[in-house]
């Protein structure tokens, strides 16, 4: 997650990349204000990922993109998109949703165009899991029912598109388990819709999952069980 001093997009929307095995790049369009960044890296064993950027023109959409192979009942997608533009109105020109057309090929695609774009994406295969996807669309939410998991074990991972109104609470969206059984999305604007590919992750290698939801006004800390 970004947080900058300046809310045109190309200045606090960043795409990462590895530029080496010890070395993450974070690269935005402009880099005139500072900002904080924060992330995280996993390693083990029974992951394999294949990673990569594309690149869109002003009128393009997204594209379509070969992988090798792999097993989709233990596979999902992470991306990260940037725009080019620095009005803060064009910022979901950068927000792109990316889903498997098949077991080797990827769709990345925007709902708004107008500016150039980039997007990186990671499609990671992990032993030890089950993984259950979809898409949604939704202007104010949107429930979806599941197969029955384990919250304690499983998470949610998903990407968003938007059209329509570009204020950013409709431009935003909270994800989350309402039970063991289903998932909701919902964003505080109505004027614009949502184009939502999500992956629920169920662990079955004993990988333990903490999660919840709180409101903030201001810096907050979240208690955890140790970990």
Known sequence: ?????????????????FASSSAVEFSRYNGVTSGDLSYQIVSHPGITVQRGTISVGATSAGTNVTIN????????IIVHGRVNSGSNGDANQGFFR?????????????????????ASYQVVEWKGTSVQRGNVSFTD??????????????ILLFGTAFSGSTALEDNFIRGQFTDLSNISFSKVGLTSTAYVAWFVIDFTNGTMVQN????????????????
């Open 1 to 17: 997650s970004a947080n900058t001093g300046n809310s045109a997009a190309d200045r606090w929307e960043f795409t990462p990349t």
């Open 69 to 76: 192979a792999v097993d989709l009942s233990k596979a999902f």
């Open 141 to 154: 939410s949107a429930n979806v029912s599941i197969t029955k998991v384990d919250t304690n074990k499983s």
């Open 98 to 118: 990316v889903s498997f057309t098949n077991s080797s090929a990827i769709s990345i695609e925007r709902q708004t165009t107008g500016s150039a774009a980039n």
């Open 212 to 227: 919840g939801t709180t409101t903030i006004s201001s810096d907050t800390n979240v208690a955890l069980s140790a970990v």
